[in-house]
């Protein structure tokens, strides 16, 4: 297996790395290059979903972006030390009907010595927006460029 650097333990410049990595990787929309990133047996909570397996993350991945359109997704360390990392974070999507929503969670995460996630546990709230309360609205689907602003310079 081969190792997913930056690797634990984690310092505040390596987590805030692993945390864009995981930003970047989820704002493609691509549930197999995104499972990659996690062990073969990495075990997630989803909100009430619980999936164990790289088939399951993909599945799962799958469905996810089926019916989240326009998805949009930010991250922000909240918290580190040796292989854990606490992430807050918000998206942005709307459905197949177009009404949109920001989704507002934390998650926490835990690496193995490759660096892969082998635990992540999700706690996620969606809320109902109108179009015109959008924050995340970088021109094209995918990455959040480097230039557009993070959550707490949003003031969010």
């Given amino acids: 297996m081969s190792a997913r650097p930056p690797l634990p333990p984690f310092t505040r410049e390596t987590a805030a790395q692993k945390a864009r ?5 989820w704002n493609t929309r691509d549930p197999q290059r995104v499972s990659l990133a996690y062990t073969e047996d990495s075990h997630w909570r989803n ?6 397996g790289r ?3 993909v599945e799962f991945l799958t469905r996810k972006w089926a019916r989240e359109l326009e998805y949009r997704l930010i991250k922000e360390v909240w918290a580190y030390s040796d292989n854990h990392i606490a992430v807050r974070f918000q998206y942005e999507y709307r459905d197949d009907s177009g009404n949109w929503f920001r989704a507002y969670g934390n998650e926490q995460w835990e690496f193995d010595a490759n660096g892969l996630m082998q635990r992540r546990e ?3 709230n969606d809320v109902s927006i109108k179009e015109s309360e959008r924050k995340f609205t970088w021109p094209t689907l995918g990455p959040r460029p480097a230039d557009f602003p993070g959550l707490t310079e949003l003031g969010m």
């Fill in 21 to 25: 990595m995981a930003e970047d990787a």
């Fill in 47 to 52: 909100r009430a979903e619980f999936l164990v």
């Fill in 55 to 57: 088939p399951a993350i």
């Fill in 122 to 124: 999700a706690s996620i």
